[in-house]
């Protein structure tokens, strides 16, 4: 009998890394248009502070909540090199009876696990509950974790420019292999560029902490998060064969050391592929943000 392979393509089924990550750009960057319109103000007006209340929780909460969270992870860091510079270590912030001399391990994020799990074994099963829950917990949490940072970036920059940007969420094909140049091009700056931020906070902090000697907290969740921001995407691309993998090695090399944009006369054409995503190199996809913002600037 002849051997068939087919692909399914359906509403709502995102078959892709980066076209959920588009997807949850979309919503939450339009989250900030909500916020802003006319409509929106009126209606809070009008409804009450309870109604009010529950409006919020059925529309812009989760994406709001998610930006909260990013700006909390940046501040708790530059809370703790404070703390370092003082001469603070934990401590002397658990003989102050502070919270801040632990950190907490097991999140929220883990606790709501516990209805899934329990769902998953009158449905199917204590086995195969056990099986699905705790087999895809490596996965998801990194795939949520850059998900969060992907819904906190929109967010920023919507509120930033007052713009709902409109990202393609078609259906492409699920197993079509995306390069490091193409993952970099597409996540610097929401996810790169933070995250790179973040890791040299927290490398501050474990320097200033050793030279203290009072002790340091190992911040794990802060390592998990800048480290995932970074990673995932990789995980995430398919066919990871390690042929790929060292074309896509020697390709971002070259997008690291090439020099295409430096030319005087190339100048619109640096700015016209930064807007379309398609730069050349590290040094024309830096360039060609920097114009951009000065052109919306002046």
């Known amino acids: 009998s002849p051997h068939i392979d087919f692909l399914e393509f359906e509403k709502g089924r995102e078959a892709t890394f980066n076209a959920a990550s588009n997807f949850f750009s979309k919503i939450s960057g339009g989250s900030i ?14 409804i009450g502070i309870l109604h ?9 909460s989760f994406y709001v909540s998610n ?38 391990i097991i999140s929220i994020g883990l606790v709501t696990l516990v209805p899934q799990l329990v769902e ?34 929109s967010m920023k920059e919507g509120a930033m420019t007052g713009i709902a940007r409109y990202f393609f969420t078609g259906r492409p094909m699920a197993n079509q292999h995306q390069t490091w140049r193409d993952i970099y091009s597409t996540y610097w700056k929401s996810h790169y ?18 030279q203290n000697g009072n002790g340091k907290l190992p911040m794990v969740l802060v ?38 944009g430096s030319a005087d006369d ?8 930064g807007k379309k995503g398609t730069v050349r190199s590290l040094y024309e996809c830096g360039l060609a943000e920097e114009l951009c913002v000065w052109s919306e600037q002046h």
Do not use: M
């Open 223 to 260: 390592v998990l998060s800048f480290t995932a921001w970074i990673i995932t995407p990789i995980l995430f691309s398919p066919l990871p064969r390690w042929n790929l993998i060292g074309q896509d090695l020697r390709e971002f090399n070259g997008f690291i050391t090439g020099g295409a």
């Open 193 to 210: 560029k933070p995250a790179f931020f973040l890791g040299t906070a927290y490398v501050i902090y474990t320097l200033l902490a050793l």
């Open 120 to 153: 998953i074994v009158l449905e199917f099963g204590a086995v195969h509950a056990f099986k699905q829950v705790f087999g895809g917990l490596f996965a998801a949490t990194f795939f949520f974790i850059f998900q969060n940072k992907n819904i906190a970036s």
């Open 52 to 60: 009010s209340l529950s409006f919020y929780f059925a529309s812009v």
């Open 266 to 273: 190339e100048i619109d054409e640096v700015v016209s592929r």
């Open 33 to 46: 248009s909500v916020i802003r319109s006319r409509d929106n103000h009126l209606l809070c007006e009008r």
């Open 67 to 104: 930006l909260l969270v990013d700006i909390s992870i940046y501040l708790y860091v530059i809370l703790f090199i404070n703390f370092s510079l003082a001469g603070i270590g934990p401590g002397q912030l658990a003989a102050l009876g502070s919270f801040f001399h632990s950190e907490w």
